[in-house]
């Protein structure tokens, strides 16, 4: 028989894996058990729409047979099998494609990363085998195929004769090595130590013939070996177990075992509900946001089992958008095993666990706010986007659920800062809860528009993220207290200042002839100190939300702010202007503008003229 090869990147995948110095090689057989797991699964799933198959609880194990004088290892399965094409397509190929252009190989240092991004499962047998053989029959047919790899180069099938519907793997052992003894893959004792540690909840039992002394009768002192079968795991899932058994390294653990990520998680929550609708939920707030999080690939949801069954991977019906990132499993007994996804969309139950659910995650991010700071700005600067977006989406549908779980960057101590927080330090006189949007806290912190809101001694909010303007209009207010930006045209707390006077008046109104319609009014400003010159912007459009949009690649290029050019009348720079003669006052006003460009980042639409403006004034 003819060997094909493995597709070009899972053979780079595999000998990264093979050659690599990982060293918990113990957990390939945790990846062999939990896909005869799921295997079993979909034979259970099979069941419920195929009349033809019944399925009893009895039938279906899982079975580890080592053998020491041919230094095998025997996986057996009573699942769903796999059929010839199959065993080609699932086991020839490695991971999901394009895994390995995401990670480059300098990164993949002890093959952990590999594992634990994108599941090399079932290849993981390599590391501790010379050679595989997977022999299955699939529950469609009637012919078993055998395949076999030394895991270098390719794969051959073969067909042979297998009774029964499942799949048999073969793992023959590697030669010990002065570094690595194979031979403890072959120890009883240390096969139901892997088992207990990694694969002790998989809900169908992990058998093994466990060698006992056991006297040789009733009256006699004399041992003698007796073999048995045993169930080696417990078989209850951790999600049904007492939440008073289980410590935090037990939950971290399933968390990998699951492959929810890569990370440790930041926090967990166990549910255990008996009400009008009885669930067993775990849910997990991850660390680092996984790679593929922001892109089309991504699907949220959780792991949906019907009594221990599970029946659809990722149920996006159990999350909002907005808390996409969480990770974790529901159990009910209520659910019916056949429901479609059609059908679990309206289903009553689901959308009552659904909004228990959402509301335990914003208890339990509301408690490490509270709590834990640390780990919330941590959680915050992973995932604190994905709020924002939920404060901003569906027309702000979602705000008041939100609204407290934000952070923005603070003047205040410079760290970050709830909307309660802010509130609660607003001194008396102080109506308004102010912002500043700009790239960075740095360049924000610098804007001349800031000056006097922060001489008032107001605490402003530093918003640098795209989104963070956009929420912040969606919210309007925070607990009656409005949002005001420090660039608004409408931004008024010097009421002692006087009207601006009439000639003054008649100085801006040439200004803004000279200037046409790049901006819609030429304005004494009320905010200024030091600074001569700031653009601010009438209206809903500020001009931060304007280079948001405009950098977008749907067409937002008409949406505009409308720009007003505000002076400070105080400066020594107005004086000049008072004095120009027309040429001058129209070159002052071109070069005042540009700057007044430049402090907002906005890109010159001349730099070639600005320079040599600016040339003509030095001369
Ligand atoms: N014992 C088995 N019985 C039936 N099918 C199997 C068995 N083992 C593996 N497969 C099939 O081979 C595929 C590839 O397995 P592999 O372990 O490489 O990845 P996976 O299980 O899909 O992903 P992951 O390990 O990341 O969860 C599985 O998806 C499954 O379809």
Redesign the pocket.
């Known amino acids: 028989m003819t060997k094909i090869p493995f597709q070009a990147e899972s053979q780079r995948l595999l000998e990264l894996m093979i050659n690599s110095i990982y060293t918990h090689k113990e957990i390939f057989l945790r990846?062999?058990i939990?896909?005869?797991s799921?295997?079993i699964d979909k034979m259970y799933y099979r069941a419920l729409t195929d009349d033809n198959i019944t399925f009893n609880r009895e039938d279906y194990y899982i079975h580890i047979q080592p053998n020491k004088e041919e230094r095998t290892l025997t996986i057996t399965?009573t699942?769903?099998?796999?059929s010839r094409e199959?065993l080609e397509n699932?086991?020839g190929t490695?991971?999901k494609s394009g895994s390995l252009a995401f990670k480059k190989e300098q990164e993949i240092q002890d093959g952990h990363d590999i594992i634990g991004q994108?599941?090399?499962?079932?290849?993981a047998a390599f590391m501790i085998a010379s050679e595989v053989t997977v022999t299955?029959r699939s529950v469609d047919e009637t012919q078993a195929y055998a395949w076999t790899s030394d895991g270098t180069d390719g794969f051959s099938i073969n067909p042979v004769d297998k009774e029964t519907i499942g799949?048999t793997?073969v793992l023959k052992l590697k030669e010990n090595s002065e570094d690595e003894t194979y031979d403890e893959y072959l120890e009883e004792h240390r096969l139901q130590t892997i088992v207990k540690k990694y694969s002790d909840f998989i809900g169908y039992p992990i058998t093994m013939n466990v060698t006992t002394q056991q006297p040789k009768d009733e009256e006699s002192d004399d041992m003698v070996e007796v073999v048995e079968t045993q169930t080696i795991n417990s078989m209850i899932p951790i999600w049904r177990k007492n939440k008073s058994e289980l410590t935090k390294e037990d939950y971290e653990q399933f968390y990998q075992d699951k492959?929810y990520g890569f990370d440790t998680p930041l926090d967990h929550v166990h549910i255990s509900v008996d009400g009008a609708v009885r669930y067993d939920s775990i849910l997990y707030i991850p660390e680092n946001v996984p790679f593929d999080y922001y892109s089309k690939e991504f699907e949220k949801g959780l792991e949906l089992y019907a009594n221990g069954v599970l029946i659809m991977e990722k149920c996006s019906d159990l999350l909002p958008d907005y808390f996409s990132f969480v990770k974790g499993l529901v159990d009910s007994e209520d659910l019916s095993l056949n429901i479609s996804r059609e059908m679990l969309q309206h289903d009553r139950q689901l959308q009552l666990i659904a909004k228990n659910i959402k509301s335990k995650i914003k208890s339990q991010l509301k408690t490490m706010q509270k709590n834990d700071r640390e780990r919330y700005v941590t959680f915050y600067e992973s995932f604190g986007r994905q709020l924002k977006f939920g404060v901003y989406s569906d027309f702000g549908m979602n705000k008041k659920d939100l609204e407290d779980l934000l952070l923005f960057y603070s003047s205040h101590e410079e760290k970050y800062t709830s909307l309660l927080e802010y509130i609660d330090r607003m001194p008396e006189e102080q109506t308004a809860i102010y912002y500043a949007t700009g790239e960075s806290v740095q360049r924000i912190k610098k804007l001349p528009q800031t000056e006097m809101v922060a001489d008032k001694g107001f605490e402003i909010l530093y918003l640098t993220e795209d989104i963070d303007e956009f929420a912040i209009k969606m919210l309007e207010n925070y607990k009656e207290k409005p949002f005001q930006s420090v660039s608004s045209a409408d931004l008024d707390f010097n009421e002692d200042q006087e009207e601006t006077n009439d000639d003054f008046k008649e100085l801006f109104n040439k200004m803004k002839e000279i200037l046409g319609n790049k901006v819609s009014d030429v304005r004494e400003s009320k905010r200024l100190k030091s600074h001569p010159v700031v653009l601010a912007a009438d209206g809903e459009i500020t001009i931060e939300m304007e280079k948001v949009l405009q950098s977008m690649p749907d067409n937002n290029q008409q949406v505009k702010a409308d720009k007003v050019l505000e002076i400070n009348a105080k400066h020594e720079v107005f004086t000049k202007l008072q004095h120009a003669d027309e040429e001058t006052l129209a070159l002052y006003t071109n070069v005042l503008y540009n700057q007044a460009l430049l402090i907002e980042g906005l890109p010159l639409e001349d730099p070639v003229a600005f320079s040599q403006d600016v040339c003509k004034v030095m001369i």
Not at 79 to 82: A, C, Q, V
Not at 118 to 123: A, P, Q
């Open positions: 990846e062999l939990s896909n005869a799921d295997a399965d699942g769903i099998g796999m199959e699932n086991l490695i991971a994108f599941g090399v499962g079932f290849y299955s799949t793997i492959r």
